[in-house]
């Protein structure tokens, strides 16, 4: 069964600092990933989607992410940070075919002034 | 276009009672999938429906049971509840089944506290 580990349960950083959250996954043939935001006391958001092609992928709000299929890794990347950053940030990846959505636990963001 | 909404936002009930949560589907989207978010935890599969049959289903027991309506809305009906089931439950609708281009839109969700 499809797995999703997301490295970091909390990261804090420094406002207009960089900031990677890191996602792992186990070994597919074909598989479709993503990153959701959440933010305090909402629904999920989709920042970005991998389903094929070029393996950098730009999101809303100035994010990316990069598929590397070697290393089965979809880390999340932004060059600089905001205050409004703050929230909680979920990988999730699904197979080909129809197959349901599996989520990491997390990894909240803390963006300090 | 309207999202995804869900009712009721939050909701209290007490151990054995049963509760039913409602979803909207997107506009233009056949298929919804419920998931269940307990504190701390990312979203776990509960189960799909598309075209009002059921298409799926995680590791959740019986008295978890859902419909979906012709107009693509859908209800999360949970019996005999138990502390556990505390949790966030989100609805997601998307496009048409197991299509390369099925991305999940979700909603805010119905927070249920069992007392």
């Known amino acids: 069964a499809q797995s999703v580990t997301q490295l970091d349960s909390q990261v804090p950083v420094f406002e207009e600092a960089p900031v990677e959250l890191r996602c792992n996954y186990s070994s597919s043939v074909s598989v479709y990933l993503f990153w959701y935001v959440q933010y305090p006391n909402q629904g999920l958001q989709l920042l970005l989607k991998?389903?094929?092609?070029?393996?950098l992928v730009k999101g809303i709000n100035g994010f990316e992410a990069e598929f590397n299929k070697s290393q089965t890794s979809f880390h999340l990347r932004k060059p600089s940070v905001h205050i409004s950053d703050t929230a909680e940030y979920f990988c999730a990846v699904r197979n080909s075919g129809n197959t349901p959505l599996v989520f990491g636990k997390g990894t909240r963001l803390s963006v300090i002034a | 276009e309207t999202g995804v909404t869900q009712s009721p936002t939050h909701l209290i009930k007490t151990r054995g009672q049963q509760v039913t949560l409602r979803c909207s589907s997107q506009?233009?989207?056949?298929?919804v999938s419920w998931y269940q978010q307990a504190l701390g935890q990312g979203p776990q599969f509960i189960f799909q429906y598309y075209r009002e049959e059921e298409n799926g289903r995680g590791n959740f027991p019986p008295r978890f049971s859902g419909l979906q309506f012709p107009n693509y809305s859908s209800e999360l009906n949970v019996n005999a509840l138990e502390l556990d089931d505390s949790a966030l439950y989100l609805c997601a609708s998307s496009a048409g089944l197991a299509g390369v281009q099925e991305t999940q839109y979700f909603g805010p969700g119905t927070r249920l506290l069992v007392l």
């Open positions: 506009s233009g989207h056949n298929t």
């Open positions: 991998y389903l094929s092609g070029s393996t």
